[in-house]
């Protein structure tokens, strides 16, 4: 693509790329849509989470003589479900397609895609797992193993058949996007499980075969705390959204945090410091670890870095003093009214911290969604 392209007819397709650190893949993946999609009008939108490699720009450089080239570049922001809804959401061709930009996707398959939901389907299907489908060059063995376990048990999930529903490949109408986006949890990475766990409606899924490439350039971003998102996205939508998943998330790094000040203060103690220091410094460990999970875990998609986790360090720690300091008065006040005996007031109390900790930490702390 040398030469400016002249201004497009408004696009029908619009292709919705999330990207993380895949700026050797841009170039080669824009340079496929043009063919795969020479007789449509279309429009490519990647959506990057700030990538530290220039993928923002290598996109950029291109939408400066292509205008149906986009990007969106995300700061301070992490995920590959919330991108690909951003991207979707800003667009208005009426049909839009999500597509990984690492080449493992067959864009060749699109235009087939496209036919069968103006056919009638609501959501066209890139699919591995369907006759002339295959996974096995892009996946490793034990990456194969866990996809198939994460597929049967979305798959005891869905209303309707679909053989790849872990599938990151997919066409719909914008419309139904619109309607369902407030729903979607958009966390992790099955931004598609998310779509058809959502759906108002029955929906009848079409299946397009395509074999799913080895990666060339770069590296997987699946990790254990996507592998954790997605039994959230599970968990989620199986209590329709009744149990806040990041509330739970909170909670369990809270319960894992108790055994840590536990053994913390064995440990000091077996060292022969008194018991308040030890108590004190026991304490100061849990709420540093709990910080850095929370960071990690509850958090990931808002995570702090640089100055941002310092600042968020002491706000936690002040936070959490406040709310031992509730639990300490509200138990004890249980108490000597005589309300309560000392287990149901510790138990109140613990449950009071937890609930202020969280509601404040998501708006204070990290300032999350
Ligand atoms: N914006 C953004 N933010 N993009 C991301 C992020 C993120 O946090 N994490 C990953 N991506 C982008 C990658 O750059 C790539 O374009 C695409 O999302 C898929 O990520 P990979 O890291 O390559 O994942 P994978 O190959 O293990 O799995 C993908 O392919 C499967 C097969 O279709 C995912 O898309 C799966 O959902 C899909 O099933
Ligand atoms: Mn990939």
Redesign the pocket.
Known sequence: MSDLVAPALPARLAVI??????AA?VVPLVERLDVALADLAWEAVF???D?PDG?AAAVRAIAARDPRIRCIR?VG????A???IEGMLSVSAPFVAV????L??DEAILPAMLAAVERGADIAI?S?HVDGGS?TE?FSAA?GAL?DAGTRMAQAMLPVPVA?P????FLLKRDLVEEIAPRLTGRG????LDILLTLPRRPQVAEVPYA?RA?EH?????DAT?LLEFAGLLIDKATRGLVPLRFVAFAAVGAFGVLVHMATLAALIGLGLGFDAAQWAATFVAMTGNFVLNNRITYR?ARLRGPALWRGLAVFYLVCGIGAAANVGVAGLLVRDGAADWGLAGAAGALITVVWNYAVSSTLVWRAR
């Open positions: 790329i999330p990207v993380f650190r895949e893949n959506v990057d989470d990538s993928t995300r922001r992490r995920g590959l919330s991108a690909c597509m990984d930009g690492d493992q996707h890139g591995r996974a892009g990456r996809s790849d872990m599938s990151g490949f990475f099955k931004i598609l799913f990666r770069g590296a997987s971003k699946l996507v998609d």
